[in-house]
T-cell receptor
Framework: DVKVTQSSRYLVKRTGEKVFLECVQD?????MFWYRQDPGLGLRLIYF???????EKGDIPEGYSVSREKKERFSLILESASTNQTSMYLC??????????????FGPGTRLLVL | QKEVEQNSGPLSVPEGAIASLNCTYS??????FFWYRQYSGKSPELIMS????GDKEDGRFTAQLNKASQYVSLLIRDSQPSDSATYLC???????????FGKGNQVVVIP
């Protein structure tokens, strides 16, 4: 079974703080993703990575950066947290780009509150 | 036009009935289609994937794909209270390695 873990389930931070969210997958997947999910807005892709040190902007990258130094680990960084970044953050991974390889498996999520 | 649309509002079904969810997509070249279930406060979990036209059954779940009409549906037979959740449709789209997700449909199974 694919296992995707996230460093925290709940996090409370102050405005202006630098925030690190970490995601680890154990199935040698090529692709890793960071989403945020807000009521009424669905899942929105922030960034994704298709290889070590490779990243691509998603639909809402502003205010975020990412790092993928090892294949199994993908970090999301909020450089200066703001209240509008309060959200549920979901990490996912997928095997590759072929048919049937694009299935995404999600971590448990991190609920971030920025005060 | 949104890549993936799930237009129905919350769906209430009595226990034991069939719940039917629909999803349309815009990219004609899409090849991979997924249904995820998400319980309140939890992350999405995969329940079905389908790649060919027609029906695919897995237990009480049946996914139906019609590429000509660009829709994919999910039927839940003999609905149980544990099926109460939000169901997300996902499709591989124009951009490699990514999935486009619908906003989801909430299903409430009434005992």
């Amino acid at each position: 079974d694919v296992k995707v873990t996230q460093s925290s389930r709940y996090l409370v931070k102050r405005t202006g703080e630098k925030v690190f969210l970490e995601c680890v997958q154990d199935m040698d997947h090529e692709n890793m993703f960071w989403y945020r999910q807000d009521p009424g807005l669905g899942l929105r892709l922030i960034y994704f990575s298709y290889d070590v040190k490779m990243k691509e902007k998603g639909d809402i990258p502003e205010g975020y950066s990412v790092s993928r130094e090892k294949k199994e680990r993908f970090s999301l960084i909020l450089e200066s947290a703001s209240t509008n970044q309060t959200s549920m953050y979901l990490c996912a991974s997928s095997l590759g780009s072929g048919v049937a390889e694009e299935t995404q498996y999600f971590g448990p999520g991190t609920r971030l509150l920025v005060l | 036009q949104k890549e993936v649309e799930q237009n129905s509002g919350p769906l209430s079904v009595p226990e034991g009935a069939i719940a039917s969810l629909n999803c349309t997509y815009s990219d004609r070249v899409s090849q991979s289609f997924f249904w995820y279930r998400q319980y309140s406060g939890k992350s999405p979990e995969l329940i079905m994937s389908i790649y060919s036209n027609g029906d695919k059954e897995d237990g009480r779940f049946t996914a139906q794909l019609n590429k000509a009409s660009q829709y994919v549906s999910l039927l839940i037979r003999d609905s149980q209270p544990s099926d109460s959740a939000t169901y997300l449709c996902a499709v591989n789209g124009k951009r490699n390695n990514r999935l486009a997700f619908g906003k989801g449909n909430q299903v409430v199974v009434i005992p």
